[in-house]
T-cell receptor, first 112, second 121 residues
Framework: AQSVTQLGSHVSVSEGALVLLRCNYS??????LFWYVQYPNQGLQLLLK??????LVKGINGFEAEFKKSETSFHLTKPSAHMSDAAEYFC??????????FGQGTILTVHP | NAGVMQNPRHLVRRRGQEARLRCSPM?????VYWYRQLPEEGLKFMVY????????ESGMPKERFSAEFPKEGPSILRIQQVVRGDSAAYFC???????????????????FGPGTRLTVT
């Protein structure tokens, strides 16, 4: 069964520092992977998606993720954190009928 | 184009009462998914519906929970005889038709509503 694991339930960075949120997947060949962001008391917003077209995927708000099959990883990065990036981030993979399996989530805190 | 709408945004119920959560998908979307976000447990799939059909309810608790998506009107997630453990955020997501099993770049993309936060007292 498809599953995703996010390493680190909390990540704290300083404003302007690199953001790295980790996601590993398990499956023979995952056709699709997603990163979603959830701001407090809001729904989920799609940040970016991997669809086998390119291993480096660029998303909104300056985020990007690289699909690495050899490492079964799809880590999310942003070169320079902004205060507005503080939120919870979820890695997700679809399975049968498109239902999403989510990682446990990583809460990103950005310090001034 | 309005996004996915859910109401109410906040719902308080006493133990034993019924909770009805509504979801209106994006215009043109005929597929609805419900997810539940429990504290410390993350987001979990509950049910997938198309108009008038339940396609996958593998994530639904066996008792007290039901869902529907009628031909007209919103999708409804119904919880009977609520218990404190039902307190959670419930999210609805919708997707366009024909993008659940194919290899297009838009496949599996789901658009989420703001959620309904259910509190059982």
């Amino acid at each position: 069964a498809q599953s995703v694991t996010q390493l680190g339930s909390h990540v704290s960075v300083s404003e302007g520092a690199l953001v790295l949120l980790r996601c590993n997947y398990s499956s023979s060949v995952p056709p699709y992977l997603f990163w979603y962001v959830q701001y407090p008391n809001q729904g989920l917003q799609l940040l970016l998606k991997y669809t086998s077209a390119a291993t480096l995927v660029k998303g909104i708000n300056g985020f990007e993720a690289e699909f690495k099959k050899s490492e079964t990883s799809f880590h999310l990065t942003k070169p320079s954190a902004h205060m507005s990036d503080a939120a919870e981030y979820f890695c997700a993979a679809p399975s049968s009928y498109g239902k999403l399996t989510f990682g446990q989530g990583t809460i990103l805190t950005v310090h001034p | 184009n309005a996004g996915v709408m859910q109401n109410p945004r906040h719902l308080v119920r006493r133990r034993g009462q019924e909770a009805r959560l509504r979801c209106s998908p994006m215009k043109g979307h005929s597929h609805v998914y419900w997810y539940r976000q429990l504290p410390e447990e993350g987001l979990k799939f509950m049910v997938y519906l198309q108009k008038e059909n339940i396609i996958d309810e593998s994530g639904m608790p066996k008792e007290r929970f039901s869902a529907e998506f009628p031909k007209e009107g919103p999708s409804i997630l119904r919880i009977q005889q609520v218990v404190r453990g039902d307190s959670a955020a419930y999210f609805c997501a919708s997707s366009p038709p024909g993008r659940q099993q194919t290899g297009t770049s838009g496949v599996y993309e789901q658009y989420f509503g703001p959620g309904t936060r259910l509190t059982v007292t």
